[in-house]
């Protein structure tokens, strides 16, 4: 949203984002243009020797293909999202204009602590002395942790009201977005006078901004990445609030670090049939163990490891089929699907 509307007024706007669905150029964007593949083949040779030297992790890597190919390509602005945590992530590096903490959920425990709160504070990492840190998190106690971790590096803070929502026109479904649009629109008005976009283009570029794979309706498909709890539990709410047509079956495919107790009793909740399979993308070691997740039980769960069967049967006898659970879930099925592809 904070892209659309920078577009919207004009700038040429650099968009990094992660993870990617099918390939992963998606997370490089300038100008709503993907990094060409021979651009990101010349900057992969270039910082071999140097990703090789400081034996650099995968997202670092891409990191660093991102800053020099938006930099190579003249964006006037970027917008970079966090990979995991910030305060040790490697878009840290960059000097911003604003930060902003959107909402905190527990997932990635393993990196980022045990706690909301403990979270909070790897999130808050990413403010700077001097300078906006906007915090869109709505849970008083960790509101509380991100002001303190703010205030101690010096960062002036703009809070977005718990409660408030934005009241115009949308282009991303559910009503989580209207929590977003409204943080969006802190995160604006929060940059410097020189980037900072006028009412039309935020109105314009809040309305026009869409990302694949959130509440994605393509025919009798419905792609959403939801892979946490409160995701999902957003995305139940958007099932109930638009309605699609019945009977609707789901795949899903949760990785292992995720609480996926949680999320497979909110979507079994609103489905007719819950499909339950691997993403052949996802790392081996984040792999669930299926027979642990079916015995949740319950009607209409159907176990198919293998996941291509899974994608075809899913769709019998469906007027809608939902594919969620994880990015790797949604971009493995959107890569079976002709035309499906973020890219093409």
């Known amino acids: 949203m904070v892209a659309s509307a920078l577009e919207q007024a004009g700038h040429r706007v650099a968009l990094y984002t992660s993870p990617h669905l099918v390939e992963v150029r998606e997370r490089m964007m300038v100008a709503g243009l993907p990094i060409s593949p021979s651009a990101f083949a010349m900057w992969t040779n270039r910082l071999r020797d140097a990703v090789e030297e400081c034996q650099a992790s995968f997202f670092e890597a891409t990191t660093a293909i991102a800053l020099a190919d938006f930099s190579a390509r003249g964006a006037d602005i970027a917008v970079i999202e966090v990979g995991l945590g910030g305060r040790l992530d490697a878009t840290n590096v960059v000097n911003p204009v604003v ?4 909402a905190v959920s527990l997932e990635h425990t393993d990196y980022l602590g045990e706690s909301l709160e403990g979270i909070a504070a790897e999130k808050a990492g990413i403010a700077k002395s001097g300078i906006p840190f906007v915090i869109g998190e709505e849970n008083a106690s960790v509101v509380a942790v991100l002001r303190e971790t ?34 969006a629109q802190v995160v604006l008005a929060a940059l410097p006078s020189e980037w900072r976009p006028g009412e039309d283009a935020i109105e314009g570029g809040i309305a026009a901004a869409w990302l694949p794979g959130r509440f994605d309706r393509r025919g009798k498909w419905l792609f959403d990445v939801a892979h946490n709890p409160s995701a999902v ?112």
């Open 99 to 102: 930060t902003a903490v959107t």
């Open 233 to 344: 539990a957003a995305l139940a709410r958007t099932i109930r609030d638009l309605g699609v047509s019945r009977p609707l079956n789901a795949l899903i495919g949760v990785l292992n670090d995720k609480d996926w107790a949680s999320m497979l009793d909110a979507v079994q909740s609103e489905v007719d049939s819950l499909w339950i399979s691997t993403p052949p993308s996802a790392p081996a070691e984040r792999i669930s163990n299926l027979t642990q997740l079916a015995s949740l039980g319950g009607a209409g769960l159907v176990l198919e490891p293998d996941f291509d069967a899974a994608l075809s049967g899913v769709q019998r006898d469906a007027r809608t089929v939902l594919v969620t659970g994880s990015f790797h879930t949604v971009g493995d099925a959107m890569s079976r699907l002709p035309g499906f592809a973020p890219l093409g």
């Open 150 to 183: 703010a205030e101690a590096r010096g960062a002036p803070i703009a809070e977005v009201s718990p409660g408030l929502e934005y009241d115009g026109r949308i282009g991303m479904a559910g009503p989580h977005q209207r929590r977003n649009a409204a943080v």
